[in-house]
């Protein structure tokens, strides 16, 4: 899945960890895998903790 850099919203992010974690063993794995993604796009991370990526995606699951 090829994503334009400006797609890298929160969703955006959401969306390639969903794509990643088709191919990882665990939800850190993939967790792990996208900010390496967006670090490489970015040159920083899109969250400072696993912990804040996942308080991040439980609000979000929730708002559904």
Known sequence: M???????T???FMMQYDDNFKDCK???DAYKKTEQQHEELFGKP???S???FRMTRKQMI???
């Open 26 to 28: 665990t939800y850190l």
């Open 10 to 12: 929160t969703e955006g």
């Open 46 to 48: 899109r969250y400072k």
């Open 2 to 8: 090829t994503h334009i850099p400006t797609q890298w």
């Open 62 to 64: 929730l708002k559904r």
């Open 50 to 52: 696993y912990d804040s």
